[in-house]
C-alpha cells in the first residue's frame, strides 16, 4: 500500500508539543491513520517509552502497523514499546488500565486514506460506492441510509451532522432521485439543490454536497458518540499531570471537547492549556489543505478536585 503524497500529519509539532512527551512514558494515538502522529510520539519516547494505539479501519491498521515496523528497523534500540489495537478508540476504557497513561492524543474525523480511496465513498470528488464505513467490516452504508431512510429522517439527520440549513430540500430532492447509489450522483443531486458556486477572491470554496457528506459520514460511523465515548473516559486513563490532545475538524466535534474541558476545568479535573484552539500556520495550510479547518485544544489531568478550573493559555 503507498502512502498519499496528500497525507501529511495535520499539527504535528502542536501536538507533540502539548503532549508535552516524558521519555518513557506510555502515549496512546487513538487515531493511528498513517501513524504519522503516533510516528513523532515514538521519537520521543526513547526505549523505555510504550505507544498505544487505536484504529478501527482495517486498511489504516495495516498501514500503520508496516510504518512503524519501518521505524523500528530505523530507530533500532532507541524505538519505544508498541501495542497496537485494530478496534475503535471508544474501547479505550476497556483495553487500558486506570491512570495508566501520560498523554492521549485523537486526531478525529476522516483521513486522507479513507478520502482518496474512490472506493471508499468518503468522498465525492471521485465516483465510488456510497460505503463511508471506517470499519467497512460492521454497521450501515451510507448508500443504505440514503435509500431507506424516509425523507424527515434523512432532513434531520442532514441538519444535525451536517449543520446544512438547505437540508429538507435536499433529503427531498434525494428521495425523488432514489435509487441513488453512487458518491457521484449523490454530489450532483445535492449540488442541485444549491445556487451556482462562486469563488470571492482569498476565499476556499465549500462544494455544496460537503456538509451532507459529512453528515452521512458521523452517521455511519457514529463519530459523535465515538467521541464523547473517548472524551468521558480520558480523565479515568490519565495519571496526574497527563495530557488529553485533540484535533477536530469541524464545529460539532470541538464543541463537544470544548465542553468537554471546560466542564472537567469546572469540577476540578482538567486545566484546560489552550484558552483558543491552536490552528494551523499558513505554510502548512499551503502544504497541506486538510490542515485549514483543523483545531486542537489541550487539557492536563490535575492530582485533585478543586472547585473551578485554572485557565492558561497554551
Same mark, same amino acid.
Given at each position: 500500500?503507498?502512502e498519499?503524497?496528500?497525507?501529511?500529519?495535520?499539527?504535528?509539532e502542536?501536538?507533540i508539543q502539548?503532549?508535552?512527551?516524558? $521519555?518513557g512514558?506510555t502515549?496512546v494515538?487513538a487515531t493511528l491513520?498513517?501513524? #504519522?502522529?503516533?510516528s513523532?510520539?515514538?521519537?520521543a519516547? +526513547?526505549?523505555?517509552?510504550?505507544?498505544? +494505539?487505536?484504529?478501527?479501519?482495517p486498511e489504516?491498521?495495516?498501514f500503520a502497523?508496516?510504518r512503524?515496523?519501518?521505524?523500528?528497523d530505523?530507530?533500532?534500540?532507541?524505538?519505544? $514499546?508498541?501495542?497496537?489495537?485494530?478496534?475503535?478508540?471508544?474501547?479505550?476504557?476497556?483495553?487500558l488500565?486506570? +491512570?495508566?497513561?501520560?498523554?492521549i492524543?485523537?486526531d478525529?474525523g476522516v483521513?486522507?486514506?479513507?478520502?482518496?480511496?474512490?472506493?471508499?465513498?468518503?468522498s465525492?470528488?471521485?465516483?465510488?460506492?456510497?460505503d463511508?464505513?471506517?470499519?467497512p467490516?460492521? #454497521?450501515?452504508?451510507?448508500?443504505q441510509v440514503?435509500?431507506?431512510?424516509?425523507?424527515?429522517?434523512?432532513?434531520?439527520?442532514?441538519?444535525?451532522?451536517?449543520e446544512?440549513?438547505?437540508s429538507?430540500r435536499?433529503?427531498?430532492?434525494i428521495?425523488r432521485?432514489?435509487p441513488v447509489?453512487?458518491?457521484?450522483?449523490?454530489?450532483?443531486?445535492?449540488?442541485?439543490?444549491?445556487?451556482?458556486?462562486?469563488?470571492?477572491?482569498g476565499?476556499?470554496v465549500i462544494h455544496?454536497?460537503?456538509r451532507?457528506?459529512?453528515?452521512?459520514?458521523i452517521y455511519?460511523? #457514529?463519530?459523535l458518540?465515538?467521541?464523547?465515548?473517548?472524551?468521558?473516559?480520558?480523565?479515568?486513563?490519565?495519571k496526574?499531570g497527563?495530557?488529553?490532545?485533540?484535533?477536530?475538524f469541524?464545529?460539532l466535534?470541538?464543541?463537544?471537547?470544548k465542553d468537554?474541558f471546560r466542564?472537567g476545568?469546572q469540577? +476540578?479535573?482538567?486545566?484546560?492549556?489552550?484558552?483558543?484552539p491552536?490552528?494551523?500556520?499558513q505554510d502548512?495550510?499551503?502544504?497541506?489543505?486538510r490542515?485549514?479547518s483543523?483545531?486542537?485544544?489541550?487539557?492536563?489531568?490535575?492530582?485533585g478536585?478543586?472547585?473551578? #478550573?485554572?485557565?492558561?493559555?497554551?
Amino acid at each position: 500500500m503507498a502512502e498519499s503524497p496528500r497525507h501529511v500529519p495535520v499539527l504535528l509539532e502542536a501536538a507533540i508539543q502539548q503532549l508535552k512527551i516524558r $521519555r518513557g512514558g506510555t502515549y496512546v494515538d487513538a487515531t493511528l491513520g498513517f501513524a #504519522g502522529h503516533a510516528s513523532g510520539i515514538a521519537r520521543a519516547l +526513547g526505549p523505555e517509552g510504550k505507544l498505544i +494505539g487505536f484504529d478501527r479501519d482495517p486498511e489504516a491498521f495495516a498501514f500503520a502497523t508496516a510504518r512503524l515496523d519501518a521505524l523500528r528497523d530505523e530507530l533500532g534500540a532507541a524505538m519505544p $514499546r508498541v501495542e497496537l489495537h485494530d478496534v475503535e478508540f471508544s474501547q479505550a476504557a476497556e483495553r487500558l488500565a486506570p +491512570g495508566s497513561v501520560d498523554g492521549i492524543l485523537a486526531d478525529v474525523g476522516v483521513s486522507s486514506m479513507q478520502l482518496d480511496e474512490a472506493r471508499r465513498g468518503f468522498s465525492f470528488q471521485a465516483d465510488g460506492a456510497l460505503d463511508m464505513r471506517m470499519n467497512p467490516r460492521q #454497521g450501515v452504508t451510507a448508500e443504505q441510509v440514503v435509500n431507506q431512510f424516509g425523507e424527515k429522517e434523512l432532513a434531520d439527520l442532514i441538519y444535525e451532522f451536517g449543520e446544512e440549513r438547505r437540508s429538507r430540500r435536499i433529503a427531498r430532492a434525494i428521495v425523488r432521485a432514489r435509487p441513488v447509489t453512487t458518491t457521484a450522483e449523490l454530489a450532483r443531486v445535492v449540488a442541485g439543490c444549491a445556487p451556482p458556486m462562486k469563488r470571492e477572491r482569498g476565499k476556499h470554496v465549500i462544494h455544496p454536497a460537503t456538509r451532507t457528506f459529512q453528515a452521512l459520514r458521523i452517521y455511519v460511523n #457514529g463519530e459523535l458518540d465515538e467521541l464523547q465515548a473517548l472524551l468521558e473516559s480520558a480523565p479515568k486513563l490519565l495519571k496526574p499531570g497527563g495530557r488529553l490532545v485533540a484535533i477536530s475538524f469541524h464545529s460539532l466535534e470541538d464543541r463537544l471537547v470544548k465542553d468537554a474541558f471546560r466542564e472537567g476545568a469546572q469540577a +476540578g479535573i482538567y486545566e484546560v492549556l489552550t484558552r483558543k484552539p491552536l490552528t494551523a500556520e499558513q505554510d502548512e495550510m499551503d502544504r497541506n489543505p486538510r490542515s485549514r479547518s483543523a483545531k486542537l485544544r489541550a487539557a492536563e489531568r490535575l492530582a485533585g478536585q478543586r472547585k473551578s #478550573g485554572q485557565l492558561r493559555s497554551g
